[in-house]
């Protein structure tokens, strides 16, 4: 990638929780962008990569985190369309434990959220037709997958929709409130 055009980093304000924003050099094929974790002194750990197409604007998925000893990382993108992409620290021990972050992912900037493990994830998505990619640290495993109902209201995640106009699956509709998080990861 030319000189100039570097990797944007922002320290997002929960511990852990980083935004990028990669170079995209514009010419007159289309675009081109190049972005990599080693840049910035972190290993590529990736297992596994997730690619997921919603239907319609207002769709909710999550909020879902995998624990031990599958926890996982992601690094997740919008390759198509806009989502409210969300995290929250569900640390036992972290002094943001419970608090979440919202952050808008669009396919025009091609930003990117890293989620260490120890945070639920989740998103919603701003336009129909939306693609979110994301790439995570080990492999998908049902026995150590968690889920928390997206809208609990301990936590006050500010969701673009309401309540009645989301979108969610019924395994989502029906996941535990905040009070099931018990030990789910520790903070270090
Ligand atoms: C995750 C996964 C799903 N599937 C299948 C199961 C199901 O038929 C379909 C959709 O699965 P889910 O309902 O779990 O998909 P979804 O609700 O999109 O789950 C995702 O939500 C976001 C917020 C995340 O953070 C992701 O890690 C993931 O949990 O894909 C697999 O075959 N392998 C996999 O590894």
Request: charged share 15%.
């Amino acid at each position: 990638m030319a000189a100039g055009h570097a990797l944007q980093l922002e320290a997002l304000p929960l511990e852990g929780l980083l935004l990028f924003t990669p170079p995209r050099i514009e010419e007159e094929r289309g675009l081109s962008s190049a972005a990599g974790l080693a840049r910035i002194g972190m290993a590529s750990p990736f297992a596994q990569d997730h690619h997921c197409l919603s239907r319609q604007r207002g769709m909710v998925r999550g909020l879902h985190a995998q624990v031990a000893p599958r926890a996982q990382g992601k690094l997740v993108r919008c390759t198509r369309g806009a989502i409210w992409d969300v995290a929250v620290d569900v640390r036992t021990g972290s002094p943001t434990f419970g608090q979440w972050v919202g952050v808008t992912l669009n396919a025009g900037n091609g930003n990117q959220l890293w989620i260490p493990p120890g945070f639920l994830h989740g998103f919603c998505t701003l336009t129909d037709h939306t693609e979110v990619h994301w790439q995570c640290t080990t492999p998908s495993d049902p026995t150590c997958a968690r889920s928390l109902r997206w809208n609990d209201a301990t936590l006050g995640i500010e969701w673009p929709v309401t309540d009645g106009q989301a979108i969610v699956s019924e395994h989502d509709a029906a996941a535990p409130p905040f009070s099931a998080v018990i030990d789910w990861f520790h903070y270090a």
